[in-house]
């Protein structure tokens, strides 16, 4: 099956009942038994549901994974994949990363006894120094949020399987339309289903998708255990996201496009950074890796002056000013006073998250209407 039909069949069966053709929202948290034991596959819906199972097996289906697992929000999903660790276990990990998982990870994780190293990986070169014998993991996100820098996963996956790490990717960003990690050599595919995955800015929900059956018994065994599940309602919505999928990234990217070429052209942009311009440092990577360039941007104003951005995004009519993105509608952010500011100012510059900077989640609105809301509040 290919990935435009996967999005809408992938996985998924009429359910058996009365043939309804989208999965039932089981809204239960429990199974009637015959006889203690004597169930149809379902006890209790932390463990199992079926409006939840049929996600699942959506997610696996686009990500060309065997094993779907949805939780309650990206951030579970993350929290999941690092409780496979344990004290003294070491993570190595990109250093542009959504806020979140930097909080989650050095916040409560380090408190635990893991340690992170977080590094540039544009280079793959530069991950081996920091491998030892605890080394357990190393988490990647390409497109990496905001500065929209790529990373080579085949080239991390090979460092990765020499020494025996498991490699997970957020890939949230690109979604399974761009790139697909567990055919680049990836263990574990992360995504916030939030965004682009569920799409209508409508749901909070994350996912983990895996191929190998060990290491999704013992996600499962986590998920189970831990408790930070999604309900059968989000899942109905995430399922029907998922059915538009193809056709959403398809008008991103051209929005995305449309609007990252206007904003290169403008006198008081200094900088605009998207991987599908032919001068972007890892251009070629994301050719090699990814069908298309996503709909997400991010840009600098000339003179870098952080009440000049401010203004810019209170002006903004089309694009709303919001957290998140990926939605069908278009959202622009602040990340040094949004996303990004419960990391250090001199941690964030570093990688380039300047006062200036601002992002854009371009949706999948007219492209002109767009462009002219650009123009007006940009001036
Ligand atoms: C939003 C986001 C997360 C966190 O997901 P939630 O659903 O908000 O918990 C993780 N990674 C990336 C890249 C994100 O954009």
Redesign the pocket.
Known sequence: MKFNTKTIHGGQEHDPAYGSVMPPIYQTSTYAQSTPGGHKGYEYSRTHNPTRNALENAFASIENGKYGLAFG????A?DAVIKLLKPGDEVISTNDL?G??YRLFTKIFEGFGIKFHFIGMQNADNIESYVNQNTKLIWV?TPT?PMMNIIDIKSVSKVAKKHDIILAV?N??ATPYLQVPLDLGADIVMH?A??YLGGHSDV???ALIVKDKELADKLYFIQNASGAVCGPQDSFLVLRGIKTLHVRMQRHCENGKAVAEYLRTHPKIEKVYWPGFEDHPNHNIAREQMKDFGGMISFVTKGNDYNEAVKIVEKLKVFTLAE??GGVESLSGHPASMTHASIPKEEREKTGVVDSLIRLSVGIEDEDDLIADLKQAIG
């Open positions: 929000s990206g951030l579970a993350i959504y979140g998982t996100e949020n957020d949230t960003f916030s939030t965004k909070v929900m994350g998140s993105l």
